[in-house]
Nanobody, 122 residues
């Protein structure tokens, strides 16, 4: 599967953005989709995942503000980000894995899209 992330941009604190991870070459139904982000000078970190067997999982830093869900008609996974904070500024990546026993382990995701940049600033 090939992944393409889009939807990033500049938003003020408290604002919202919706990122999209579009799949091609294979249906995303066969994959757990993870969202990761990397801020300047920091390591890539897990944000959330939508499991192929059901359920969504979130890092403590985004729980209650972010939501991920599938748009099956478009073969896409959406990341809805609300109440954004300056510390959410990063390049966001979507990734796919067929067998993901631990959703926050980066090594479980074999396929990666290019990043989309999110900047939260006034």
């Amino acid at each position: 599967v090939q992944l393409q992330a889009s939807g990033g941009g500049l938003v003020q604190p408290g604002g919202s953005l919706r990122l999209s991870c579009l799949g091609s070459g294979s249906t995303l139904d066969d994959y757990t989709i993870g969202w990761f982000r990397q801020a300047p000078g920091k390591e890539r970190e897990w944000v959330c995942s939508d499991s192929r067997v059901g359920g969504s999982f979130y890092a403590d830093s985004v729980r209650g503000r972010f939501a991920t869900f599938r748009d099956n008609a478009k073969n896409a996974v959406i990341l809805q980000m609300n109440n954004l904070r300056p510390e959410d500024t990063a390049v966001y990546y979507c990734a796919a894995g067929r067998f993901v026993p631990v959703v926050y382990h980066i090594r479980n995701y074999a396929e990666w899209g290019q990043g989309t940049e999110v900047t939260v600033s006034s």
